[in-house]
């Protein structure tokens, strides 16, 4: 069974993203502890990338930083290894295929399953090109997350198949970045991946108050939040521990609320 299951395991799941390196790598390990404590049920670590096609402005920006102080793939690596020690929810990275590809994509993918990495994102890698990554993380036990975007309607059927850990359903269209409402009718696309599988599917593009994150908790299995974390820790930098952590308190009540509904 996936570890990615176990996000899920106990009723709606509040998944948080944050940019590895932003402000500094000791921060981002300081923060994924505290998010744990703070009720994140998974969290997705970004890794920086130069041209992130799938990010808005905010987390384009703390790409940006992370790079400029020096982040690169091995150094994340490390970090996980240390946070491996005490963190227990799954974990995730999400990067772009040219990151896991000039690393090596076997070299990146056994390396992410040896330090305790349950599943990998990656937005630029469109369902049909999977080919390229799934083998190998089939064969070292880690889940290719699918995405689902409102635009996959003939597709949806055939993603939701095949999809391992969970579904990431992309709320918009577009890119990353707080939303004042989101417009999708998020139920009938979640009916359709429910047709056609139990993987648990948690939305994410836009969430950023805890109406939303319950709003979305009611119409699938969870809610994912990266912009507006992001955006507390690039106003509070090496200080915004304790900002997010009642961010995500509040997000995770949020989800819960929408699981009682």
Do not use: W
Not at 193 to 206: E, K, L, S
Not at 221 to 249: K, Q
């Amino acid at each position: 069974m996936s570890n990615l299951y176990k996000a899920f395991a106990n009723g709606k799941a509040f998944v948080a993203f944050i940019t590895s390196g932003d402000p500094d790598l000791e921060t981002t390990e300081r923060l994924v502890v505290a998010m744990e404590e703070a009720g994140a049920d998974l969290i997705e670590l970004g890794i920086p990338f130069s041209d992130p096609t799938a990010e808005g402005p905010v987390i384009q920006e703390a790409n940006m930083r992370a790079l400029a102080g020096g982040v690169t793939t091995d150094k994340i690596f490390d970090m996980v290894r240390r946070l491996r020690r005490t963190v227990k929810i799954p974990m995730v990275f999400m990067t772009y295929a040219n990151v896991v590809y000039s690393y090596g994509s076997e070299r990146f993918i056994s390396t992410a399953a040896e330090i305790g990495i349950d599943g990998l994102i990656l937005p630029d890698v469109p369902f049909e090109e999977k080919e390229e990554f799934e083998p190998i993380c089939k064969q070292y036990g880690l889940d290719l997350v699918s995405m689902v975007a409102p635009t996959s309607e003939q597709r949806i059927a055939m993603v939701s198949k095949e999809a391992t850990g969970f579904i990431y359903v992309v709320s918009s269209l577009g890119v990353t970045g707080v939303r004042s409402e989101i417009t999708t009718d998020i139920g009938a696309l979640v009916k359709q991946i429910r047709a056609n599988t139990d993987t648990p599917c948690a939305v994410g593009f836009g969430i950023s108050t805890p109406e939303q994150a319950e709003k979305m908790a009611r119409l699938s299995d969870g809610a994912i939040v990266g912009s507006a974390i992001v955006r507390i820790i690039a106003e509070h930098g090496r200080e915004s521990v304790p900002y997010v952590v009642e961010y995500v308190r509040s997000m995770k009540a949020g989800v819960m609320r929408g699981q009682e509904a």
